[in-house]
C-alpha cells in the first residue's frame, strides 16, 4: 500500500504554532490539490482543507496548507487543547487513478 | 445538512460475506460520486470504492478489486458495498463518504470484523 509520508506525531504548548508535513511525488502532491482531514478521537474524519486550499464553513483560520513541489504542509497557528487528535494528508494519484492518503499524524496539546 | 448513515457492519469469518449499506439525505443523491473508504483499527485511512452519480462507472483500489462490488440505488438515495472473499485485513471501520478525490462529508462508519 503506498502511502504519503507524514510524521507520525507532532506537539506544541496551547497557543504555539505547529507544522505538519506531508511527502508525496510527482503523481500525487507534485501534479494535484492536497486536502487535509481531522480526526478527532472517537469520530469521523472532517475535511480541513479543499482541493482549493480553502477552509470549509466552520474550520477555524488558525489552520492553514500550503504546498512546494512534491511536499504540503498544515499549520496550526495558535494551538488549542480540542485540536488533539490524527491529522491526514490526501491527494488524488495519477499512478493509482484514486486518492492517496498520508499515514497520519497524531497531534498532541501539551 | 448532509448526512450519510452506513450499516452493515458484522463479525465475519474468513472467506465470508457482507453487504454494507449507507444512505444518504440533504442532498441530490444522483448529482454525486459516491466513496467508500475504510480505516483498520489503529490505522490509517484508506479510499476502498467509488462510484459515479448515475452508477455507470465504478472504482477500485487494488486491494479490494475483484472481491468488492460498490453499486447504488438512486430512488432510494443508497449505496451499497458487497464485500466477499473476505480476508482478515479487510477488518476496519467502513466509512462512506460524498465525492471521488475530496471528501467533503463522512459517516460515522460501520465496523467489519473478519475472523480467522
Known amino acids: 500500500q503506498s502511502v504519503l509520508t507524514q510524521p507520525p506525531s507532532a506537539s506544541g504548548t496551547p497557543g504555539q504554532r505547529v507544522t505538519i508535513t506531508c511527502s508525496g511525488s510527482?503523481?500525487?502532491?507534485?501534479?494535484?490539490?492536497v486536502n487535509w482531514y481531522q480526526q478527532l478521537p472517537g469520530t469521523a474524519p472532517k475535511l480541513l482543507i479543499d482541493?482549493?486550499?480553502q477552509r470549509p464553513s466552520g474550520v477555524p483560520d488558525r489552520f492553514s496548507s500550503s504546498k512546494s513541489g512534491t511536499s504540503a504542509s498544515l499549520t496550526i497557528s495558535g494551538l488549542q487543547s480540542e485540536d488533539e487528535g490524527d491529522y491526514y494528508c490526501?491527494?488524488?494519484?495519477?499512478?493509482?487513478?484514486?486518492?492517496?492518503f498520508g499515514g497520519g499524524t497524531k497531534l498532541s496539546a501539551l | 445538512e448532509v448526512q450519510l448513515l452506513e450499516s452493515g457492519g458484522d463479525l465475519v469469518q474468513r472467506g465470508g460475506a457482507v453487504r454494507l449499506s449507507c444512505v444518504a439525505s440533504?442532498?441530490?443523491?444522483?448529482?454525486?460520486?459516491m466513496s467508500w473508504l475504510r480505516q483498520a483499527p489503529g490505522k490509517g485511512l484508506e479510499w476502498v470504492s467509488a462510484?459515479?452519480?448515475?452508477?455507470?462507472?465504478?472504482f477500485y483500489a487494488d486491494s479490494v478489486k475483484g472481491r468488492f462490488t460498490i453499486s447504488r440505488d438512486n430512488s432510494k438515495n443508497t449505496v451499497y458495498l458487497h464485500m466477499n472473499s473476505l480476508r482478515v485485513d479487510d477488518t476496519a471501520i467502513y466509512f462512506c463518504?460524498?465525492?471521488?478525490?475530496?471528501?467533503?462529508?463522512w459517516g460515522q462508519g460501520t465496523l467489519v470484523t473478519v475472523s480467522s
Open positions: 463518504a460524498k465525492g471521488f478525490g475530496e471528501f467533503p462529508y
Open positions: 482541493s482549493s486550499n
Open positions: 510527482t503523481s500525487n502532491i507534485g501534479r494535484n490539490p
Open positions: 462510484i459515479t452519480g448515475s452508477g455507470g462507472t465504478t
Open positions: 440533504g442532498l441530490t443523491f444522483s448529482d454525486f460520486a
Open positions: 490526501a491527494a488524488w494519484d495519477d499512478s493509482l487513478s484514486g486518492p492517496l
